[in-house]
């Protein structure tokens, strides 16, 4: 079992940064593919980012690649995500996710763990 908790969501002007932080619990966490995902209001859970075990390989979305970055820290068990040049179609709810034994790590369904998400709010 990995429980994932989200912080560091809020409201920032178009240009600006932000850094989300996910804090796990659970033995297994070292073992997991770690990604994030946002849902904007009315729209499916989308891909962000995702960073496998040993943190020595990421990948992203197209729409935030060269702005966002994904790291982790095993130690600490926790996984960020750094948001820099945000734009207003940033704005979503944000969820980190632990996955173990899919292939690419970018869908819904190869994740098993889920936090409750947190509100990132860009305004133009």
């Known amino acids: 079992q990995v429980q994932l908790v989200e912080s560091g969501g809020g409201s920032v002007q178009a240009g600006g940064s932000l850094r989300l932080s996910c804090a796990a619990s659970?033995?297994?966490?070292?073992?997991?593919?770690m990604g994030w995902f946002r849902q904007a209001p009315g729209k499916e859970r989308e891909f962000v980012a995702t960073i496998n075990w040993s943190g020595g390989s990421t990948s992203y979305a197209d729409s935030v690649k060269g702005r966002f970055t994904i790291s982790r820290d095993n130690a600490k068990k926790t996984v960020y995500l750094q948001m820099n040049s945000l734009k207003s179609e940033d704005t979503a709810v944000y969820y980190c996710?632990?996955?173990?034994?899919?292939?690419?790590?970018?869908?819904?369904?190869?994740?098993?763990?889920w936090g409750q998400g947190t509100q990132v709010t860009v305004s133009s």
């Open positions: 996710a632990a996955g173990y034994g899919g292939t690419n790590y970018n869908t819904v369904e190869e994740y098993d763990y």
């Open positions: 659970g033995r297994t966490f070292r073992r997991n593919a």
